[in-house]
Nanobody
Framework: QVQMTESGGGDVQPGGSLRLSCIVS????????LGWFRQRPGREREGVACLTWTWNIDYLDSVKGRFTISRNNAKRTLYLQMNNLSPADTAMYYC?????????????????????WGQGTQVTVSS
């Protein structure tokens, strides 16, 4: 059974940092693109960061220079390091696995090609 389990969310003040983790079952990890997505209050789900199997990376423009996606193959874990957080980053964050190895052209639009999803972890940035 495919499992994707996020952790690391929480409450943080503006300017603070959090690291999200996502443990991925083998079927959903190997040779797949992995991504982080978020759904902010009142908005559609959007792509935040995408990591291909061959380590090509893409980011949502508003998080470039602040967020870093990475993975540990031995631990089958995907990470999202988030620095200099702002209230606009408040959202439910999800990890997901694509059906293929690449980040599709549509990944920013909520990841329609991503077929396995975690349950989400809440990030709240406020003072």
């Amino acid at each position: 059974q495919v499992q994707m389990t996020e952790s690391g969310g929480g409450d943080v003040q503006p300017g603070g940092s959090l690291r999200l983790s996502c443990i991925v079952s083998e079927e959903a990890f190997n040779r797949r693109a992995l991504g982080w997505f978020r759904q902010r209050p009142g908005r559609e789900r959007e792509g935040v960061a995408c990591l291909t199997w061959t380590w090509n990376i893409d980011y949502l423009d508003s998080v470039k220079g602040r967020f870093t996606i990475s993975r540990n193959n031995a631990k089958r874990t995907l990470y999202l390091q988030m620095n200099n957080l702002s209230p606009a980053d408040t959202a439910m964050y999800y990890c997901a696995a694509d059906r293929g190895a690449l980040c599709s052209a549509s990944w920013l639009d909520g990841g329609p090609t991503f077929e396995h999803w975690g349950q989400g972890t809440q990030v709240t940035v406020s003072s």
